[in-house]
């Protein structure tokens, strides 16, 4: 299948992903262009933050325009859980790569357990507004922590945290956590443009049918049962991690 076309289709993929579910963007991306189009890791991790920058920016703005969105949380989580993250980035050198991985994916298979049995709680329908904001920093902190620590952060991380810790509506925090993602993703392509040979014209097609599938997603998930959605997240954040345990556990054994 031809490069540009095989990247408008995995482009679609991974925007439905990110306008749906709000995250599985960098995890989607990074091993499609590993194992599909044959980039190397470290090209695949600069583009992919490009594709999964742009395409979130333009989720957030399809949510947004939906009223799912809610800045104010959205930078001090974001901003929050960066600042972590760069402090904690140095005790992920203490532990093997493996050992991280499994531990993610154990973190993983417990939130989406939580997810998965959390029953809708009577303030699903509070106004964003009176959220408290020592939950968002709290939320933003521990989000950061964990991303600093084991490397991988994206809307997995975010939106159980925007919806478990912050109280956030489902739909709301899947919309928040795009802005989330879409600063995190543009700090790391700044930090690893250096040097890094991009293939641009795939990056567009990416962008461009990601646009599509991110305006498709957005507009489902609006459409679809807070309840459903979240066990849906919930299936995912499971499926991936058992992937990683898979993956990972026996380099351990």
Not at 28 to 34: G, Y
Not at 52 to 73: I, K
């Amino acid at each position: 299948m031809p490069t540009l076309l095989l990247g408008l289709l995995l482009g679609f993929g991974i925007g439905g992903s990110l306008g749906l579910l709000g995250g599985g963007g960098s995890i989607l991306t990074v091993p499609a262009l590993v194992y599909l189009v044959g980039q190397t890791p470290q090209v695949a991790v600069t583009t992919s933050l490009a594709i999964v920058g742009a395409n979130s920016a333009l989720g957030a703005f399809f949510h947004r325009s939906q009223g799912t969105l809610n800045w104010r949380v959205a930078l001090i989580f974001g901003g929050t859980g960066m600042v972590m993250s760069y402090f904690a980035a140095g005790l992920s050198k203490q532990f093997s790569p493996s050992l991280l991985m499994v531990a993610f994916a154990l973190l993983m298979l417990v939130i989406g357990a939580v997810l998965a049995r959390q029953k809708p709680t009577a303030n699903v329908n509070q106004p964003q507004d009176e959220l408290r904001i020592w939950k968002v920093f709290a939320g933003g902190a521990v989000v950061g922590l964990v991303t600093g620590i084991l490397g991988v952060g994206g809307g997995f991380l975010i939106v159980p945290a925007l919806v478990m810790l912050v109280g956030m509506p489902m739909h709301h925090a899947v919309g928040t956590s795009l802005v989330v993602i879409t600063m995190n993703s543009l700090a790391g392509f700044l930090g690893h443009l250096s040097g890094a040979a991009l293939d641009l014209p795939l990056i567009a097609a990416f962008i461009l049918a990601g646009v599509a599938g991110t305006f498709a997603g957005a507009r489902l998930g609006r459409r679809l049962d807070a309840t459903l959605l979240r066990k849906a997240f919930a299936v995912f954040v499971i499926g991936l991690a058992l992937l990683l345990l898979i993956d990972n556990l026996p380099k351990l054994l």
